[in-house]
């Protein structure tokens, strides 16, 4: 199964079980310096998280995205838009069209990342500036989830490995790379209150099968109790944002 069509499943519930994506698409188009009348690209645009935000500074957007059901509540919730189901890896996009194309939370789930950015490079007029979202790698102290979800999780489902951004910028022909830090920590009351929110936001890209449903719940609370005694439950979904310009070759 492509990672798109696990996000086309939850397409109405992406933004509700995953509150941290409005605040990181508004982090990111104040990062990329819009100004009114730019030709925007958000590729990878999901409902919006970083299209709304475009949108008010005045920019002209075309949003692409593999999920129809994505796009689809996209389309209704900004008509203004253009959008189009596409490849980020092949762009149906004439050379040089764009002034600003923005990414957010889309480079780290792709199968090459290095085609994404090299066809990005391609649409973007010389000068014209790329800025991407990517989640920062799971802290060590929550490896035993992302051991749960190997052994347990749906098994048509591939974690990706990290990315290097900056590498694959220089590669693709950008110029220097500039990045933010963008800190969103959450502090959770207790363990079934950490399990109903990081259940609903699992659900959207590592649907759990039913049949192993039971076992990873006793297993995650016992693991999160322990961490509740110890005074930590707290979910770091820290995002780091880069930003470079298109050289002219
Ligand atoms: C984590 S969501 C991010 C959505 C939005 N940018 C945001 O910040 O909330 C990743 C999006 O990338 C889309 N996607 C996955 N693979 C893609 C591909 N090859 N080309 C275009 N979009 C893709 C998914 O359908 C999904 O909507």
């Known amino acids: 199964m492509k990672d798109w069509e696990w996000f086309d499943r939850d397409a109405d519930s992406y933004e509700e079980n995953l509150p941290v994506v409005e605040g990181l698409g508004?982090?990111?188009?104040?990062?990329?310096?819009?100004?009114?009348?730019?030709?925007?690209?958000?590729?990878?645009?999901g409902t919006g998280a970083v299209a709304r935000p475009a949108l008010t500074k005045g920019c002209r957007i075309t949003a692409i995205d593999m999920a129809p059901n994505m796009l689809r509540k996209l389309q209704t919730d900004l008509p203004e838009i253009t959008?189009?189901?596409?490849?980020?890896?092949?762009?149906?996009?004439?050379?040089?069209?764009?002034?600003?194309?923005?990414?957010?939370?889309?480079?780290?789930?792709?199968?090459?990342?290095a085609a994404a950015v090299t066809e990005i490079h391609r649409?973007?007029?010389?000068?014209?500036?790329?800025a991407a979202s990517v989640k920062c790698p799971l802290e060590q102290r929550w490896y035993w989830f992302r051991d749960m979800v190997d052994e347990l999780g749906p098994r048509e489902y591939t974690p990706r490995p990290p990315i290097d951004v900056p590498a694959l910028l220089?590669?693709?022909g950008f110029?220097?790379?500039?990045?933010?830090?963008?800190?969103?920590?959450r502090r959770f009351g207790d363990p079934?209150?950490?399990?109903?929110r990081l259940m609903s936001a699992l659900s959207a890209s590592n649907r759990l099968p039913a049949?192993?449903?039971?076992?990873?719940?006793?297993?995650f609370l016992a693991h999160a109790r322990r961490m509740h005694a110890d005074g930590d439950l707290v979910v770091h979904q820290d995002s780091e944002l880069f930003r470079a310009k298109a050289t002219t070759t």
């Open 26 to 45: 508004r982090a990111l188009a104040d990062f990329a310096g819009l100004a009114p009348g730019l030709r925007l690209l958000d590729v990878g645009s």
């Open 175 to 185: 110029g220097a790379v500039e990045r933010r830090l963008v800190e969103h920590p």
């Open 192 to 196: 079934e209150a950490l399990w109903n």
């Open 211 to 219: 049949e192993r449903a039971t076992e990873f719940r006793e297993r």
């Open 123 to 130: 649409v973007l007029a010389p000068g014209g500036t790329f």
């Open 83 to 113: 959008v189009r189901r596409m490849d980020v890896t092949r762009l149906g996009l004439p050379d040089g069209s764009f002034d600003v194309v923005l990414a957010g939370w889309v480079l780290d789930i792709l199968d090459d990342p």
């Open 170 to 172: 220089a590669e693709a």
